[in-house]
Every structure is written in structure tokens, then in C-alpha cells.
């Protein structure tokens, strides 16, 4: 009788124990799964990408020389023409905290192009076609938050023209097609929309100081006049990067 008595004892206890355990871990607050951490997003590395965009540019022309070198001035006044341009860029970027620095080169083509009677010379005209954009350039940004960068811009910059000098008929009476070395400075922002995609847009203004005079042709071949050019230009643009990324995600404080 007493062995049967302890064994019911035992029993009662441990069924008491395994209650209280239950009813212990059902009190208990559930941890919640953790949240995904969002993505860090790293500007260090290079890229490639597209842009499409606008282009305006003013030009002043004047006659320098007469077809036979003798010095003949002549006010041969301003254009002012715009178009549509489409190119590429590729560069290099290196991100210290929210700052990012980086160097890079564009390329851009399309036909910015208008016409104006000579000042000088009302029965003839002039027609310019912007054709070509070229910069390498530098520049300096400030990430406002880890996916969005605004920054400043400068360097060289080289544009491509087809000038035409037309006769009162309509005849091509003098052409010239040459490259003009000058300054650029732009300013942009560019957003990272997953960590190896951007889109930007920015504005772009350049200048041209060595204003150089160019020997004309005639249509034949033969010598034309030799006519000074200043010009100014400027575009807008919107596009895509693709980046490769050099290391891991860099962490700035923001």
C-alpha cells in the first residue's frame, strides 16, 4: 500500500511540473522574425550607359580673309539653333562617406542645326549643323540620401560642326566641316534605383574661348574665305547607367 502511494505521489508532482512549463511558455512573448535589412547601395566602381536629350548652341560668324588671303572684315551675324541628341558615357566614381568623386567621358550625336541671312550680305545665307559632342570631365557629388546623388561638373569639351554658306539661289557657294575645342561645366542628379542601375539628368553649358578662324572651300575644291567662329552650346539630358561595382556596400551617415 505505501509503495502504491509514492507512486501516485510521483506522478501528481511531475504532471504538475509539465503543466506549469506549458502554461510558463505560453506566457512568453513570441519573437517576431526579423525584417529584411534594406539594401546598401555602394557608388565605388565604373559604368556605361545611354542618354537622349535636347541641344541648343548660339554662333557668330564673321569674314576674316576674301578668297585670296586679303584681309576683307564682314559681319556675317548669329544663329541660334536647337535638336535632338543621343550618345553615351562611361566613367569612374569613388564614394568617401556621403561624398562621391568621379571622372568620366561622353559622347553625343545629332543634328542641332538652323540658318540666317548674312548681316552683311542679306541675299545670301548661312547654315550651321551642330553633328557631334565630346567631354571628359571631372566631377564632385553629395549623396542627399544612399540611393540619390547630386552633383557639379567641369572639364573639356569638343563639339563638330558642317557650316554652309549658301548663294542667293540656294547654291552651295562655300562649306567648312571642323572641330571646336572649348569648356564645360554641368550640374545633375543621379538616382540608384537597385545596386547596379542609375537614371539621371542634368544641364551642360560650354563655351568655346579659342574662337578660331576656318579656311572655307569652294565646291569645286578651290579656296574659299576664311571666316571666324565663336560659338556657345548647352544640353539637357536624361539616361541610364549600368555600374560595376569595385567592393561591397559603403555605410554613410546621412
Not at 548674312?118 to 549643323?129: G, H, K
Not at 538616382?191 to 539628368?201: D, E, K, T
Request: charged share 15%; net charge neutral.
Amino acid at each position: 500500500m505505501y509503495g502504491r502511494l509514492k507512486s501516485l505521489v510521483v506522478a501528481s508532482v511531475l504532471i504538475g511540473l509539465g503543466a506549469t512549463s506549458v502554461a510558463t511558455a505560453a506566457d512568453l512573448p513570441v519573437k517576431a522574425r526579423p525584417m529584411p535589412a534594406a539594401p546598401l547601395y555602394n557608388w565605388t566602381g565604373c559604368y556605361l550607359g545611354g542618354n537622349v536629350g535636347g541641344g541648343w548652341t548660339r554662333l557668330d560668324t564673321a569674314r576674316v580673309s576674301d578668297f585670296f588671303g586679303a584681309a576683307s572684315p564682314a559681319i556675317y551675324g548669329r544663329e541660334k539653333d536647337s535638336g535632338f541628341i543621343g550618345g553615351g558615357q562611361v566613367g569612374c566614381d569613388f564614394q568617401t562617406g556621403n561624398l562621391v568623386f568621379g571622372v568620366g567621358g561622353s559622347f553625343d550625336f545629332g543634328s542641332v542645326k538652323g540658318s540666317h541671312a548674312l548681316t552683311d550680305f542679306p541675299t545670301f545665307s548661312e547654315a550651321n549643323n551642330l553633328k557631334e559632342i565630346y567631354t571628359a570631365t571631372g566631377r564632385i557629388g553629395y549623396l542627399w540620401t544612399p540611393q540619390l546623388l547630386g552633383y557639379l561638373k567641369g572639364g573639356a569639351a569638343w563639339i563638330k560642326n558642317r557650316n554652309q554658306v549658301f548663294a542667293p539661289g540656294g547654291a552651295v557657294f562655300e562649306s567648312a566641316s571642323f572641330y571646336q575645342p572649348g569648356m564645360t561645366i554641368g550640374i545633375g542628379a543621379e538616382w540608384m534605383f537597385a545596386p547596379n542601375w542609375s537614371v539621371f539628368a542634368e544641364y551642360n553649358y560650354m563655351w568655346f574661348l579659342d574662337d578660331n578662324a576656318r579656311a572655307f572651300t569652294l565646291p569645286g575644291g578651290g579656296s574659299g574665305e576664311v571666316i571666324g567662329v565663336q560659338q556657345r552650346a548647352s544640353t539637357a539630358l536624361v539616361g541610364v547607367n549600368y555600374k560595376f561595382h569595385w567592393d561591397g556596400p559603403v555605410v554613410a551617415k546621412y
